[in-house]
T-cell receptor
């Protein structure tokens, strides 16, 4: 089945540690995104990539880094510079239909700080 | 002012009731609109696109009012399984890419 796979489902980070969240898609979509969701809040864009080897900062990129070496993969690293990393992280890819960008999401990673 | 605004709810309705949510957007250049459904601690899933002419999918009807800059979602004959958070999503062109903005969601609780 085609889809987006995020791993791990739950991740714990110690103070000062970098952690990497995995996102893989086999939908052949060019664009991929990382969002963060806090309880009772909407989705906030961290980074996005429209094509391989290119990515752009979203609204809350500080403390995060990404890479896009392959079309299928868009890993997110939460660095020690991100002082409040506890959140639900969602990866998405999209396809364009007409003028619309339709997003499809992975099942998410819940990151918590120990 | 937020680019996309929704009443967070919760909307508590009895089974079988009809319920409607609105979502307002501030940028008149917005081009396309969607409703997503999100269950607790799960990923959002596309529910339906929203067109000016209105569109219906079973018990769900979505409508766009460009003049007043809002979209709506109507759910008829509510089921327990409709309990979820409904996210309004707005697309517009910005700096050469499609900017996708999510509302904070409206929580619906259908009660037996």
């Amino acid at each position: 089945d085609g889809g987006i796979t995020q791993s791990p489902k739950y991740l714990f980070r110690k103070e000062g540690q970098n952690v990497t969240l995995s996102c893989e898609q086999n939908l052949n979509h060019d664009a991929m995104y990382w969002y963060r969701q806090d309880p009772g809040q909407g989705l906030r864009l961290i980074y996005y990539s429209q094509i391989v080897n290119d990515f752009q900062k979203g609204d809350i990129a500080e403390g995060y880094s990404v890479s896009r070496e392959k079309k299928e993969s868009f890993p997110l690293t939460v660095t020690s510079a991100q002082k409040n990393p506890t959140a639900f992280y969602l990866c998405a890819s999209s396809r364009v239909e007409g003028m619309a960008e339709k997003l499809f999401f992975g099942s998410g990673t819940q990151l918590s700080v120990l | 002012r937020k680019e996309v605004e929704q009443d967070p709810g919760p909307f508590n309705v009895p089974e079988g009731a009809t319920v409607a949510f609105n979502c307002t957007y501030s940028n008149s250049a917005s081009q396309s609109f969607f409703w997503y459904r999100q269950d607790c601690r799960k990923e959002p899933k596309l529910l339906m696109s929203v067109y000016s002419s209105g569109n219906e999918d079973g018990r769900f009807t979505a409508q766009l009012n460009r003049a007043s800059q809002y979209i709506s979602l109507l759910i008829r004959d509510s089921k327990l399984s409709d309990s979820a958070t409904y996210l309004c999503v707005v697309n517009r062109r910005s700096g050469g890419y499609q900017k996708v903005t999510f509302g904070t969601g409206t929580k619906l609780q259908v009660i037996p």
